[in-house]
């Protein structure tokens, strides 16, 4: 291995070296590997509460009519399911987890460009997120109204909706405040010599996602400031007794929303383009054009967001326009996808846990990107919409792609971050729990959905039951799955890791596992190909 | 990387760009007299993005910036300008 | 702080400014939106409702932000020439435009609400849809402009008790720079809000 002269004896970041010890250390840090540590402790224990949320909810579908809540309840419980799930787990998810924690050691670089603001939006994404559990105790009960506040309902609707907008308002700020980092981190601490086609794929990646953060993000922050005003006095902008038109707020939701689908899914792609040449010791296939199939993605993503609003009433015109758009950004989607398969295409594939859930991620990304086709087209997308099928299709994209992501990267970087190996046999059987509990959960909605199954909806007709019953079980085996692994990554007897357990050639298998403070004692000899196996 | 250089820009010169700035003002003001109809509002619109492209072209120094900034300030107006566009795709032919 | 200190990069930070200015341009892009529609739906209503702002009040604002603009692009002159009592007094003269702003819309909304011409009222939902929005959404952008001259002239406050103390000098004085990049961007704003409220016929 080359360029090891950065496997210096300093203290790992994990010990605290300055005035305050302990949790203090922690919470006044500013080093951008403690940073996303804490983002990780903290979007954990959100998806634990989201996760249960959505078990219950999967208990209730068990069997036709009531079980153990009435349909108020279960209004409360998908929106709050889906406001954690959206708000605080994916959107932030994998950028400020692993693009705090590797993207600065990728580029050779010691932090963020703005270390103090960095700390900052991560204490604006817990008062975001106190914001919205404040918003489900107190005014007249939990909102109702799903985790996008339509209008007019979500104007009103008597149930607390001013405050769980406004929890999402400083979530936004947060993600907008971390987008901005990124950009200067990228544009400015490339160590001497990166250019920007020397850089490995994940900061790519994570760039493009954090243009998508800065450009949309104040977009759904106008929005819902708007939603809070709508209520408070009656401005009548999206309320068609004053003149005001809802299917505009569906226009300026979407704007932000579909975009930030993209912030969801680009990082998550990067994070499989890491791994998988690692785990195939073989070049990555068409570096560039997987590279500016992040900018792409980013940049066609922006103008699709009507694809959404199909049957709401918009324009023939516009209707044909947004799904044009959107088959077209199928095409950079693709693009990555050939790529990653051609990598692995004569390689030395090792079948380790970070793979697994990269293959799990090709596979179920695919059905679900595939299955988008078919609500981009026109005529399929009237019989699908507003069906279990959209449920389907986006639990596939955002749980089989960026969920199985973000636990890929994981596993691939959990010995970098705490020093330790994991039991690979156990993580190898959780990793079969939740890929075929996955599957049976979301698949029979698929079919149910086509069937006519709508959305959102309490009960059902008897004839869903088989397909309810197979996700309800599906749901209980994926849970055991999550629980297999967090007890395999939390048990402390793994053995040491080395500084590069799994022969990887990015920056940060040339630092000691768990790094040093300050990453670099000297900037690092850029390669002139960042995957260079051969 | 860009390194920061020192750019000294002279008072007379913000002097004269808002007197610029000023004059085009005056105009905004008198084109609703010239009762254009139709135009008024285009005319408007154009006046105010001539006064905006001064302001950042001498007041904000884009003048004299690296240029991917100047690439980075016209990307995100294009991206405004399009989601206009396609938003009126829908207003226009509802 | 337990952490090293980081290479000072004034490039860097004036870039996250400008990423930051970004961010606003689209935050009230979505509320010129709004505008274009409902415009473009009550496109005489917009009109007539337009006559019942003051153009006078409006234009005196546009020329009271225009020379603050100057004032402050000015006063980075004035401290790379390390000239110290010119960017006191070009700074405070950017301030006094401040408020003089602010005294103007006190004045103007003012007689608005005096007038219960505001949303939520009786007379607001007895009158047209178009007028309504118009109204609307006039308190909303001049309000939401509002708080952003107010952070801007925090911002300066800052920067002028800097440049009093020596901390903002001939070679730091990037903050001052950001300060006025954000203040331009307030009045670059009101560019587009002046004749879109003001003078639409």
Same mark, same amino acid.
């Given at each position: 291995?080359?360029?090891?002269?950065?496997?210096?004896?300093?203290?790992?970041?994990?010990?605290?070296?300055?005035?305050?010890?302990?949790?203090?250390?922690?919470?006044?840090?500013?080093?951008?590997?403690?940073?996303?540590?804490?983002?990780?402790?903290?979007?954990?224990?959100?998806?634990?509460?989201?996760?249960?949320?959505?078990?219950?909810?999967?208990?209730? $579908?068990?069997?036709?009519?009531?079980?153990?809540?009435?349909?108020?309840?279960?209004?409360?419980?998908?929106?709050?399911?889906?406001?954690?799930?959206?708000?605080?787990?994916?959107?932030?998810?994998?950028?400020?987890?692993?693009?705090?924690?590797?993207?600065?050691?990728?580029?050779?670089?010691?932090?963020?460009?703005?270390?103090? $603001?960095? $700390?900052?939006?991560?204490?604006?994404?817990?008062?975001?997120?106190?914001?919205?559990?404040?918003?489900?105790?107190?005014?007249?009960?939990?909102?109702?109204?799903?985790?996008?506040?339509?209008?007019?309902?979500?104007?009103?609707?008597?149930?607390?909706?001013?405050?769980?907008? *406004?929890?999402?308002?400083?979530?936004?700020?947060?993600?907008?405040?971390?987008?901005?980092?990124?950009?200067?981190?990228?544009?400015?601490?490339?160590?001497?010599?990166?250019?920007?086609?020397?850089?490995?794929?994940?900061?790519?990646?994570?760039?493009?996602?954090?243009?998508?953060?800065?450009?949309?993000?104040?977009?759904?922050?106008?929005?819902?400031?708007?939603?809070?005003?709508?209520?408070?006095?009656?401005?009548?902008?999206?309320?068609?007794?004053?003149?005001?038109?809802?299917? $505009?707020?569906?226009?300026?939701?979407?704007?932000? *929303?579909?975009?930030?689908?993209?912030?969801?899914?680009?990082?998550?792609?990067?994070?499989?383009?890491?791994?998988?040449?690692?785990?195939?010791?073989?070049?990555?296939?068409?570096?560039?054009?997987?590279?500016?199939?992040?900018?792409?993605?980013?940049?066609?993503?922006?103008?699709?967001?009507?694809?959404?609003?199909?049957? *709401?009433?918009?324009?023939?015109?516009?209707?044909?326009?947004?799904?044009?758009?959107?088959?077209?950004?199928?095409?950079?989607?693709?693009?990555?996808?050939?790529?990653?398969?051609?990598?692995?295409?004569?390689?030395?594939?090792?079948?380790?846990?970070?793979?697994?859930?990269?293959?799990?991620?090709?596979?179920?990304?695919?059905?679900?990107? #595939?299955?988008?086709?078919?609500?981009?087209?026109?005529?399929?997308?009237?019989?699908?919409?507003?069906?279990?099928?959209?449920?389907?299709?986006?639990?596939?994209?955002?749980?089989?792609?960026?969920?199985?992501?973000?636990?890929?990267?994981?596993?691939?970087?959990?010995?970098?971050?705490?020093?330790?190996?994991?039991?690979?046999?156990?993580?190898?059987?959780?990793?079969?729990?939740?890929?075929?509990?996955? +599957?049976?959960?979301?698949?029979?909605?698929?079919?149910?959905?086509?069937?006519?199954?709508?959305?959102?909806?309490?009960?059902?007709?008897?004839?869903?039951?088989?397909?309810?019953?197979?996700?309800?079980?599906?749901?209980?085996?994926?849970?055991?799955?999550?629980?297999? @692994?967090?007890?395999?990554?939390?048990?402390?007897?793994?053995?040491?890791?080395?500084?590069?357990?799994?022969?990887?050639?990015?920056?940060?298998?040339?630092?000691?596992?768990?790094?040093?403070?300050?990453?670099?004692?000297?900037?690092?000899?850029?390669?002139?190909?960042?995957?260079?196996?051969? | 990387?860009?390194?920061?250089?020192?750019?000294?820009?002279?008072?007379?010169?913000?002097?004269?760009?808002?007197?610029?700035?000023?004059?085009?003002?005056?105009?905004?003001?008198?084109?609703?007299?010239?009762?254009?109809?139709?135009?008024?509002?285009?005319?408007?619109?154009?006046?105010?993005?001539?006064?905006?492209?001064?302001?950042?072209?001498?007041?904000?120094?884009?003048?004299?910036?690296?240029? @991917?900034?100047?690439?980075?300030?016209?990307?995100?107006?294009?991206?405004?300008?399009?989601?206009?566009?396609?938003?009126?795709?829908?207003?226009?032919?509802? | 702080?337990?952490?090293?200190?980081?290479?000072?990069?004034?490039?860097?930070?004036?870039?996250?400014?400008?990423?930051?200015?970004?961010?606003?341009? #689209?935050?009230?892009?979505?509320?010129? @939106?709004?505008?274009?529609?409902?415009?473009?739906?009550?496109?005489?209503?917009?009109?007539?409702? *337009?006559?019942?702002? +003051?153009?006078?009040?409006?234009?005196?604002?546009?020329?009271?932000?225009?020379?603050?603009?100057?004032?402050?692009?000015?006063?980075?002159?004035?401290?790379?020439?390390?000239?110290?009592?010119?960017?006191?007094?070009?700074?405070?003269?950017?301030?006094?435009?401040?408020?003089?702003?602010?005294?103007?819309?006190?004045?103007?909304?003012?007689?608005?609400?005096?007038?219960?011409?505001?949303?939520?009222?009786?007379?607001?939902?007895?009158?047209?849809?178009?007028?309504?929005?118009?109204?609307?959404?006039?308190?909303?952008?001049?309000?939401?402009?509002?708080?952003?001259?107010?952070?801007?002239?925090?911002?300066?406050?800052?920067?002028?008790?800097?440049?009093?103390?020596?901390?903002?000098?001939?070679?730091?004085?990037?903050?001052?720079?950001?300060?006025?990049?954000?203040?331009?961007?307030?009045?670059?704003?009101?560019?587009?809000?002046?004749?879109?409220?003001?003078?639409?016929?």
């Amino acid at each position: 291995m080359t360029g090891n002269t950065n496997l210096h004896e300093e203290p790992s970041y994990l010990i605290d070296t300055g005035k305050r010890k302990g949790i203090m250390a922690w919470l006044t840090t500013t080093d951008h590997k403690r940073i996303g540590l804490l983002y990780l402790w903290s979007i954990m224990v959100f998806f634990i509460v989201g996760g249960i949320l959505g078990e219950t909810m999967r208990t209730e $579908l068990f069997k036709p009519g009531q079980q153990f809540y009435g349909p108020q309840t279960y209004n409360a419980i998908f929106t709050l399911h889906g406001l954690i799930m959206i708000f605080l787990i994916v959107i932030p998810g994998l950028s400020v987890v692993f693009g705090n924690f590797v993207m600065p050691i990728m580029i050779g670089a010691n932090d963020v460009a703005f270390p103090r $603001l960095n $700390l900052f939006a991560w204490y604006l994404y817990i008062l975001g997120a106190a914001v919205v559990v404040i918003s489900q105790f107190t005014g007249n009960g939990p909102p109702d109204t799903g985790w996008t506040f339509y209008a007019p309902y979500s104007t009103q609707t008597h149930t607390n909706v001013i405050a769980a907008v *406004s929890g999402a308002f400083i979530l936004g700020f947060s993600s907008i405040l971390t987008g901005i980092n990124f950009i200067v981190t990228i544009h400015r601490l490339r160590t001497p010599g990166m250019g920007f086609f020397k850089m490995p794929l994940l900061p790519w990646a994570i760039y493009a996602t954090a243009w998508i953060q800065v450009l949309a993000t104040p977009v759904i922050g106008i929005t819902l400031l708007m939603i809070i005003a709508e209520r408070m006095f009656h401005i009548g902008f999206f309320d068609p007794a004053l003149g005001g038109d809802p299917v $505009l707020y569906q226009h300026l939701f979407w704007i932000y *929303s579909h975009p930030a689908v993209y912030i969801m899914i680009l990082p998550a792609m990067g994070v499989i383009t890491e791994i998988i040449p690692t785990f195939c010791q073989k070049q990555i296939y068409g570096y560039k054009a997987i590279a500016i199939s992040s900018l792409a993605i980013a940049g066609v993503g922006y103008f699709v967001w009507g694809h959404h609003m199909f049957t *709401s009433g918009m324009s023939k015109e516009a209707i044909w326009t947004f799904s044009l758009l959107t088959f077209l950004v199928a095409v950079p989607s693709a693009i990555k996808v050939f790529n990653w398969v051609a990598t692995m295409y004569k390689g030395s594939i090792d079948l380790k846990p970070p793979l697994l859930y990269a293959i799990a991620f090709i596979f179920l990304f695919s059905i679900g990107g #595939l299955t988008g086709l078919i609500q981009g087209a026109l005529a399929t997308d009237i019989q699908v919409h507003d069906t279990s099928f959209v449920v389907a299709h986006f639990h596939y994209i955002i749980f089989g792609g960026v969920g199985f992501a973000f636990l890929g990267a994981i596993h691939y970087w959990y010995p970098k971050m705490f020093g330790r190996m994991y039991n690979i046999r156990v993580a190898n059987v959780a990793w079969g729990f939740l890929f075929i509990g996955f +599957n049976l959960l979301y698949f029979p909605q698929f079919i149910i959905g086509i069937e006519g199954m709508p959305r959102r909806y309490f009960d059902y007709l008897p004839q869903f039951t088989w397909a309810q019953q197979i996700s309800t079980i599906g749901g209980y085996i994926l849970g055991i799955g999550f629980i297999i @692994l967090i007890v395999n990554l939390f048990r402390k007897n793994g053995a040491k890791a080395t500084s590069n357990p799994w022969g990887g050639k990015t920056f940060e298998w040339q630092l000691p596992s768990p790094p040093p403070m300050e990453n670099f004692a000297t900037p690092p000899a850029v390669p002139d190909n960042p995957y260079d196996y051969d | 990387m860009t390194t920061e250089v020192k750019h000294i820009t002279e008072y007379p010169v913000y002097a004269k760009v808002l007197i610029g700035l000023l004059v085009l003002t005056t105009f905004t003001i008198l084109v609703p007299w010239l009762d254009l109809t139709a135009f008024t509002a285009l005319i408007a619109l154009v006046l105010a993005s001539t006064k905006a492209g001064i302001v950042m072209t001498y007041f904000m120094h884009l003048k004299v910036e690296y240029i @991917l900034l100047k690439i980075l300030v016209i990307m995100v107006l294009a991206i405004y300008v399009s989601v206009i566009i396609l938003t009126f795709s829908d207003y226009i032919f509802r | 702080m337990d952490h090293i200190e980081m290479q000072r990069d004034d490039v860097g930070a004036k870039l996250g400014m400008w990423v930051f200015i970004f961010t606003e341009i #689209l935050l009230f892009g979505g509320l010129f @939106l709004v505008y274009a529609v409902m415009r473009h739906r009550y496109t005489a209503d917009f009109h007539q409702a *337009s006559l019942q702002l +003051n153009t006078f009040i409006g234009a005196l604002n546009t020329v009271v932000l225009l020379i603050s603009s100057m004032t402050v692009a000015m006063s980075i002159t004035a401290v790379q020439k390390k000239d110290k009592r010119m960017a006191t007094i070009l700074l405070c003269i950017t301030l006094l435009c401040a408020v003089i702003f602010l005294v103007d819309k006190y004045f103007e909304w003012g007689h608005k609400i005096s007038m219960t011409l505001y949303p939520g009222t009786d007379l607001m939902q007895s009158l047209k849809h178009g007028y309504i929005l118009f109204f609307s959404l006039y308190f909303f952008m001049t309000g939401l402009h509002m708080l952003h001259l107010v952070i801007g002239a925090v911002i300066l406050v800052i920067a002028l008790t800097k440049v009093r103390m020596g901390l903002i000098n001939d070679e730091h004085y990037v903050l001052l720079e950001n300060g006025g990049l954000y203040w331009h961007l307030v009045d670059l704003i009101w560019i587009f809000l002046f004749p879109l409220l003001y003078l639409v016929t």
